[in-house]
């Protein structure tokens, strides 16, 4: 077939685990030329409109797409480990790019342009940095419903700021409100002919976009709007035009700037870092599933980083994912990145070439082209099921979309993550706590909650915190367990702590859990703990815990625990005596499974353990009777 299946990867050359493209390109075949090609020119197609008009929005000349799009291309083809992803210049890491330099140097200046070009590096530079250091798990404390109204807000934000040039007027400033009150108060003011132009390329991309999904609408208009112009001369009649792009490639020059310039685009250069890499690694991930193959989160922060820091080194833009050109991409039969490889070298032979052709290029069509391309970041339904499904969510994400309406984009950003983080600390730090009773017939303990017709022991209290203890929501567990308690139906005289799921504790949960020895205590109850897993019970070890405890009152099991407990108790009642019968069944079955398995010999000793503790209840029972 001419493609790398996930079997051959383990023949992979030495090194493709840093360097990625050694891990399919030994197995690519010319028979897959054909279909390659194919795919490059569909991402070629779509890459030129749209890469040229957020090149417009990050406040840079078209020319800057060329000089970006190539070298991003070839740079993740080597280090990403996605087959089908590609990298362009997109709306969200434009926008992000144009608000930090703003604030440094006027747009579209030589200084602005420069600036540009050491944020796309320093951004590459950072992600590159937090994949050698392991963090590809960082885009998961951001949360998705804060990103779908964040990227939702600054779709807004995008078109409001486009809005003027469908229409002919002059652009305002402020935030998206202040813009919107701007638009409207100079309606009057529009330009006929310009939205004329805008309105006509709005409407062939929507017409085809719906009717004709695989064409490339932006391409198709881009050339209508350009031969359309440059035919009957709008552009003396107040159209206005992208006019002379360059010819040629810029080669690799390192920006004329300053270490306090630096230390300005360093916030900018973390969001755009941040917000690519978020961007990315889903598409990636159901990419690579849908093919039978694993993406690596932090290569994946190597190949973009390498691509921003590659993209501003030749003069040119921040780069991200584009979920649009990957999805083409793969339409088309892209199985490696050989198609990116060929769209670099197609957009190089447009850059050196073909750029005169643009020179008529209405801006109203590149708006057009960019407001169509928001429509797909307005993501109504997801806001919808937010909403209907869990009302923090959704405010989570009106939140970050509201930030990004009334501080603009950089600060918006920098409320999101505030509010992702904020989230986290606040369900960290919420005690989630379940009490744990017997399934009938059976030795399992579960969710009283989720359990039909549950058996609990008068006197024992078995819960288990659902998350693991640490600082955050120590305070809050210990808090939880006695207000547990205080609301049992029947007097409690022992507490046994399920610690399932507290793989490693901290001094502060260790010290919680000393506190709350002492608190039951003073209440005449004994506090027991099961299920310790090997570094908690290290902890407990070193801090004194063990022994305040006593060491009889850790138990490897949960039903270790409560056997424990009753053979300290007479008179027993009927569902304690149920359990002790349940118990005799069931264990005097896994004994038998034990040794016909052959199971371990440590385990074995334990069951026999527990069936002699029961039979020894039992028989209790019988002199008691």
Request: aromatic share 6%; proline share 5%.
């Amino acid at each position: 077939m001419g493609e790398p299946s996930q079997r051959s990867r383990t023949h992979a050359l030495p090194g493709s685990r840093f360097l990625p493209i050694l891990s399919w390109l030994p197995q690519w075949r010319p028979s897959s030329l054909k279909r390659d090609l194919v795919a490059a020119l569909t991402v070629t197609a779509l890459q030129i409109p749209e890469a040229m008009a957020y090149s417009e929005l990050a406040g840079v000349p078209p020319q800057a797409a060329f000089y970006a799009g190539p070298v991003a291309l070839v740079l993740y083809a080597f280090f990403g480990s996605s087959r089908q992803l590609v990298v362009a210049i997109s709306a969200t890491v434009a926008v992000l790019s144009a608000s930090t330099v703003a604030g440094i140097a006027p747009a579209g200046s030589a200084r602005f342009i420069a600036l540009t070009a050491a944020l796309a590096m320093l951004a590459g530079v950072i992600s590159i940095l937090a994949g050698v250091l392991k963090l590809g798990r960082i885009a998961q404390f951001f949360s998705e419903s804060v990103l779908t109204g964040f990227v939702f807000g600054l779709a807004l934000v995008i078109a409001i700021k486009q809005a003027p040039k469908l229409l002919g007027l002059e652009a305002g400033s402020g935030n998206f409100f202040e813009r919107l009150w701007h638009l409207v108060t100079h309606v009057s003011q529009t330009q006929p002919l310009t939205l004329v132009v805008g309105g006509v390329s709005l409407g062939i991309l929507w017409v085809l976009g719906r009717r004709v999904p695989r064409l490339p609408a932006s391409l198709v208009v881009l050339v209508l709007g350009t031969a359309g112009v440059g035919l009957l001369g709008l552009q003396t009649h107040g159209v206005k035009v992208v006019g002379n792009i360059p010819s040629g490639l810029s080669g690799p020059a390192i920006p004329d700037v300053g270490l306090g310039d630096l230390l300005k685009l360093l916030p900018g250069a973390c969001g755009i870092a941040l917000v690519a890499f978020a961007e990315a690694i889903g598409p990636a991930r159901v990419l690579a599933t849908k093919h039978r193959y694993e993406v690596d989160a932090n290569q994946e922060l190597i190949g973009l980083g390498a691509s921003n820091l590659g993209a501003g080194l030749f003069r040119g833009l921040s780069v991200g994912c584009s979920l649009s050109k990957s999805a083409a991409n793969d339409a088309a039969g892209a199985r490696t990145q050989m198609p990116s490889l060929l769209a670099a070298g197609l957009l190089a032979l447009v850059a050196l070439f073909f750029t005169p052709l643009f020179r008529t290029l209405p801006e109203a069509t590149l708006a057009a082209i960019v407001v169509m391309a928001t429509v797909g970041m307005m993501d109504v339904t997801e806001m919808r099921r937010l909403f209907k499904l869990r009302r923090t969510d959704f405010l989570l994400a009106a939140g970050a979309m509201l930030s990004v309406l009334v501080l603009e984009v950089l600060p918006g950003l920098l409320v999101s993550v505030g509010l992702s983080v904020a989230f986290l600390v606040w369900r960290a730090s919420q005690p989630s706590l379940s009490e744990l009773g017997r399934a009938p017939g059976t030795l399992d303990f579960a969710d009283v909650r989720r359990t039909p017709t549950p058996v609990t022991l008068p006197g024992l209290l078995v819960l288990r915190p659902n998350e693991g203890i640490f600082f955050a929501n120590a305070t809050s567990l210990r808090d939880a367990v006695i207000h547990h308690v205080d609301g049992a139906k029947s007097e409690v005289h022992t507490v046994l702590l399920d610690l399932e799921v507290t793989a490693d504790l901290d001094v502060p949960g260790a010290d919680m859990l000393a506190e709350l020895e002492e608190s039951l205590q003073h209440r005449g109850i004994t506090l027991m703990l099961s299920r310790v897993l090997a570094p908690t019970q290290s902890l407990l070890d070193r801090t004194g815990v063990t022994e305040k405890l006593g060491a009889d009152n850790i138990h490897p099991q949960t039903l270790n625990g409560v056997i424990e407990y009753l053979a300290h108790r007479t008179p027993h009642s009927r569902a304690e005596w149920g359990l002790i019968r349940d118990g005799l069944h069931r264990l005097s079955a896994l004994v038998e499974e034990a040794h016909t398995a052959a199971a371990d010999a440590q385990e074995r000793r334990r069951l026999e353990k527990l069936r002699g503790a029961l039979a020894r209840l039992e028989e209790d029972e019988h002199r008691l009777h």
